[in-house]
């Protein structure tokens, strides 16, 4: 039932932005956290960001240039990437998790499709 949808994705050069927007929906409340994940070709998921409530944790290398937000009322999490650079390139997805922020994928449960980033140098 619950169901996460990515966009927002693109090509973009070194030093553009980007927002990626998640939609959630078969859930309608701030209890769970949203994470945001990126894995490039021959690397591990990385976390990247989540969001629970006022909560929120990023990783070192995205700290500082991404910010993850969320409009309760229309279930949308937002992850806006500023200064991007050739290694944030990446397919970002969104996953649904528990009760707590975490940027560990082994608890999250839902996933969505992933929106390719490809930053150009």
């Known amino acids: 039932q619950v169901q996460l949808v990515e966009s927002g994705g693109g090509l973009v050069q070194a030093g553009g932005s980007l927002r990626l927007s998640c939609e959630a929906s078969?859930?309608?409340?701030?209890?769970?956290?949203i994470g945001w994940f990126r894995q490039a070709p021959g690397k591990e998921r990385e976390g990247v960001s989540c969001i629970r409530r006022s909560t929120t944790d990023y990783a070192d290398s995205v700290k500082g240039r991404f910010t993850i937000s969320r409009d309760n009322s229309k279930n949308i999490i937002y992850l806006q990437m500023n200064s991007l650079k050739p290694e944030d390139t990446a397919v970002y997805y969104c996953?649904?998790?528990?009760?707590?922020?975490?940027?560990?994928?082994?608890?999250?449960?839902?996933w969505g499709q992933g929106t390719q980033v490809t930053v150009s140098s």
């Open positions: 996953a649904l998790g528990t009760n707590y922020c975490s940027r560990d994928a082994s608890l999250y449960t839902q």
């Open positions: 078969g859930f309608t409340s701030g209890y769970y956290a």
